[in-house]
């Protein structure tokens, strides 16, 4: 079983910055993609931000240019930097893990969570 642990959340002031780490517990690149999600009071989890095998990067709108997913394959470890946060992304961050296993004909989906980290954004 597949192991994510993720760090770096607290409290921070409106505006500043943070950065989210993300360990798993074997080799990153065997996923075909890894990313960001989370998780407000009273709201659906969301996706903030995803990272392919081949290094292809995504983010929701509301992050668009104020947030970056990176990854160190060697250290086994993806990345979420934050930038110019909002009271609004007071949330639980969750890392998110996907890989496909088997033979071509059987392949099986799976997926791999970590418990989260809590960031709280003050005004």
């Known amino acids: 079983q597949v192991q994510l642990v993720e760090s770096g959340g607290g409290l921070v002031q409106s505006g500043g910055s943070l950065r989210l780490s993300c360990v798993a517990s074997?080799?990153?690149?065997?996923?075909?993609?890894m990313g960001w999600y989370r998780q407000a009071p009273g709201k659906q989890r969301e996706l903030v931000a995803v990272v392919t095998s081949g290094g292809s990067t995504d983010f929701a709108e509301f992050v668009k240019g104020r947030f970056t997913i990176s990854k160190d394959n060697a250290q086994n470890t993806l990345y979420l930097q934050m930038n110019s946060l909002k009271r609004e992304d007071t949330a639980n961050y969750y890392c998110?893990?996907?890989?496909?296993?088997?033979?071509?004909?059987?392949?099986?989906?799976?997926?791999?969570w970590g418990q989260g980290t809590q960031l709280t954004v003050s005004s």
């Open positions: 074997r080799r990153i690149l065997r996923f075909n993609r």
């Open positions: 998110y893990a996907y890989e496909e296993v088997g033979p071509l004909e059987r392949v099986v989906p799976r997926e791999y």
